[in-house]
């Protein structure tokens, strides 16, 4: 649940910390008195776009905080700790802030994150719901038919991708195909050319060593002749030495055999190096190419590795020699290819009838689910129904092949017709309300906020969408932005929106209505400016009446 909002410079409000409490909290005030502004700060703390028109005239930087409060079995420590953002079970703490240029920075837990994160992020944790919300879009309606039952569409996505792979490799061979032509006279050539000079593996490596050492060939051997004479010397002596100890080890054994030892791995490793110099020399000495002729050779490798733009000759000629193959055989592959985007069609539909068949069994228990709201929401004569059409095949996607639409009947005798076109504002809010009602059990975000959900609507209609909003407040966090006065009688917290004019200066700010304060502010929306004693005695009877109702409501959602 949403348990605070702190808003700093934003619009008309200076400084403002609101404490939020569990069940049905409304928002009251006059037209203009700054209600939108708290829901443009929400929402630009839980990441949506930020608009230079939000900073306080005359200030630098705006801030908006909002504290969380959420089950330790939420999906959204998961996520989290997948960011690795860090937090304390229990709390999560969103901070905007907002500069002069109209940038800004995000935090959660106080830890920088990128808005489109904190946009997500935030869509798990609150609904804003307007007067028409997004009931007229079919798209929408049928997430909300997916939601309710959870229904699995994970094969459905995994065949589209599959159906998707493969028409665009099909695609993809068509037009390499169609320029075969051209690319097998290239291929043709470019084969012929690099098979000419027969390039080896690590063969560039191997002939720039032997440049370097075909370029110092004489510098080499003169340091190779130095070091056998000098080497040979040192042989000489280490066998005088060798001699001389043998002569006298019986006479100190213990002593004279380990220096024996150390003579003899000495010759030994000098003779090594020797013969390693020796072999070198035969080496440069024996060196048959001529630098030109090296340098030729690298000269036709390094041509070819340009013009091929390759690192590898040789992968490079097995790879054009495949290719060409496969352009040969290309209308025997374009067959083969051809039956695979049909077999990825046939899995997909077959996956997708199966969701349909599924969609249809849930959309049945849907209606009757919404059909029992109905009644409270004075909607005693709606019928509720779910049309189902396939979509054209152009318009298939990773949901399926349905394209789902809410159609209702108002009134016995008139024709039934989708949302958009038969249902009126009033008709719609209370449509949308008994669609939350029914779809909070299948996993709501912790907080939802109505925004003038009885537009429309008034009197009767209004206390019914009241008693409505309490029992979904017995589940999750409602918040209700209101101007009915038989909604906010069902509020648990009573908040109340101000204006203030001080020192030519406006500024907006909202007060917690303790119960004779929200008696008062009942009776203000009752009767307007002048309350009167008539207004007073109607607000005391309305919160009455919520009072009767909740305590006689056991009705549990979920």
């Known amino acids: 649940m949403l348990q ?11 400084d403002l910390h609101i404490d939020f409490a569990e069940g049905l909290c409304v928002l009251t005030g006059e037209t203009g008195a700054g209600k939108s ?11 949506d776009r930020a608009e230079a028109r939000l900073l306080k005239s005359g200030t630098t930087k705006a801030a908006v905080t909002a504290t969380f409060l959420l089950s330790p079995l939420h999906a959204l420590w998961q996520q989290l700790e997948d960011q690795g953002i860090a937090y304390a079970p229990g709390e999560i703490i969103f901070r905007r802030i907002l500069d002069a240029n109209g940038k800004s920075k995000c935090f959660i837990n106080d830890q920088m994150v990128s808005q489109t994160l904190m946009r997500r992020l935030g869509q798990d944790l609150v ?15 049928l997430i909300a038919l997916d939601t309710y039952e959870k229904i699995e569409k994970k094969s459905v996505q995994e065949a589209f991708k599959r159906l998707q792979e493969a028409k665009k490799i099909l695609q993809t061979f068509e037009e390499n195909l169609n320029k075969s032509f051209e690319r097998q006279v290239f291929l043709r050539f470019a084969i012929e050319e690099i098979e000419k000079i027969k390039p080896q593996a690590g063969e560039e490596d191997r002939l720039e060593a032997e440049r370097s050492l075909i370029a110092h060939r004489a510098k080499i051997a003169e340091a190779l002749l130095n070091a056998d004479q000098n080497l040979a010397t040192i042989v000489s002596g280490l066998s005088q030495t060798h001699k001389a100890l043998d002569r006298v080890k019986d006479l100190l054994p213990e002593k004279i055999n380990p220096l024996l030892e150390g003579s003899d791995r000495a010759i030994v490793e000098v003779q090594e190096v020797l013969e390693g110099m020796n072999s070198l020399r035969t080496e440069v000495e024996g060196t048959p190419r001529t630098l030109e002729t090296l340098e030729n050779r690298l000269y036709a490798l390094s041509s070819l590795t340009r013009k091929y733009q390759t690192e590898n000759l040789v ?45 249809k069994q849930v959309a049945l228990k849907l209606q009757e689910a919404v059909a029992m709201e109905f009644p409270p929401l004075k909607l005693e004569h709606a019928k509720f129904r779910i049309h189902f059409e396939d979509l054209i095949e152009d318009a298939w996607g990773v949901s399926g092949m349905d ?15 989708s949302l958009s076109a038969i249902a009126s504002g009033g008709e719609l809010s209370r449509l949308m309300l008994a669609l939350k009602v029914v779809l909070v059990k299948s996993g709501a975000v912790p907080t939802l906020i109505f925004d003038e959900i009885e537009s429309g ?29 038989q909604i906010a009688s069902y509020g648990n917290q009573h908040l109340v929106v101000v204006k203030t004019v001080k020192n030519e200066a406006t500024a907006t700010h909202v007060i917690a209505l303790q119960s004779e304060e929200k008696h008062e502010e009942i009776a203000r929306m009752l009767a307007g400016e002048e309350i009167t004693a008539e207004a007073r005695a109607a607000a005391k009877r309305l919160i009455e009446g919520s009072d009767e109702y909740e305590q006689n409501s056991s009705q549990k959602i979920i």
């Open 4 to 14: 605070a909002l702190s808003i700093r410079n934003v619009i008309l409000i200076d």
């Open 37 to 47: 502004i708290l829901l443009d700060a929400l929402g630009f703390a839980l990441g």
């Open 127 to 141: 609904e804003i719901h307007g007067q028409f919300d997004q009931l007229f879009h079919p798209k929408s309606q």
């Open 315 to 359: 992968s490079c000629l097995i790879e054009f020699k495949n290719e060409f193959t496969t352009l040969e055989q290309g209308e025997n592959h374009l067959e083969s290819l051809k039956a695979a985007v049909t077999a990825a069609k046939n899995e997909y539909i077959e996956r997708a009838r199966t969701l349909s068949e599924k969609r």
């Open 403 to 417: 394209r789902v639409e809410f159609y209702i009947q108002t009134n016995p005798g008139t024709p039934e017709g």
């Open 457 to 485: 609507t008034g009197g009767a209609v209004a206390a019914a969408i009241g008693e409505r909003l309490k029992t979904l407040a017995q589940n999750i966090q409602i918040l209700a932005i209101t101007h009915s006065p």
